[in-house]
């Protein structure tokens, strides 16, 4: 081997060891049906701000929520969300599948206390539904975050695209509250 040839591969060997190691976040689809069954709270929120943070050697994104309408539980009329992820100076970390939210921004969210304080979004990018206004009808519509989010199907096996994508608002309602009330019965 010249000494050229191993100096190449021991320099691709170098930048092989040094890439930390990439973690994959798998999500399997849920339903309208079991989001409202893990969620403890479900409400129309309107985003106050975000602010990221270190919290032992990791980025945390902190949310801070109005709650426009609750649906389900007994929420509080201000939240605060942490999910993972975000930017703090120059570091950002990514976590696919994890939320973002703008100040202004209308969502409805189905929610898990959190072990630490607060609360979390269940599911991530499955049990967050955007709220906009459609442009031809000027009437609200509701899109799945993970809509345009590849998740796993176990029952098929494989990975697809779907989820609920500009719903208008009354039938996302429909199935909701039929969700929540189906939920509701099972822990009677």
């Not at 689809?29 to 602010?51: F, K, N, P, T, Y």
Request: charged share 25%; net charge positive.
């Amino acid at each position: 081997m010249t000494m050229r040839r191993e100096l190449t591969l021991l320099a691709a060997l170098s930048l092989f060891l040094a890439v930390p190691a990439i973690r994959a976040t798998t999500l399997a689809r849920l339903s309208l049906d079991q989001l409202a069954g893990a969620a403890d709270g479900v409400a129309r929120v309107r985003c106050a701000g975000a602010e990221s943070r270190w919290e032992e050697g990791s980025i945390w994104t902190i949310t801070t929520f109005d709650i426009v309408q609750s649906m389900k539980g007994d929420l509080p009329t201000r939240i605060v969300v942490r999910l993972p992820g975000g930017k703090v100076g120059a570091f950002t970390t990514t976590v696919e599948g994890a939320p973002r939210f703008s100040g202004g921004e209308e969502a409805i969210v189905f929610l898990e206390r959190s072990r630490t304080e607060g609360y979390s979004v269940a599911g991530w990018v499955e049990g967050t539904f955007r709220i906009a206004l459609d442009a031809s009808t000027h009437r609200e519509i509701v899109t799945q975050d993970s809509s345009s989010f590849a998740l796993f199907d176990a029952a098929t096996r494989t990975f697809r695209t779907e989820g609920i994508r500009k719903m208008p608002m009354e039938n996302f309602r429909a199935r909701l509250d039929t969700a929540i009330a189906k939920a509701q019965e099972k822990t009677r």
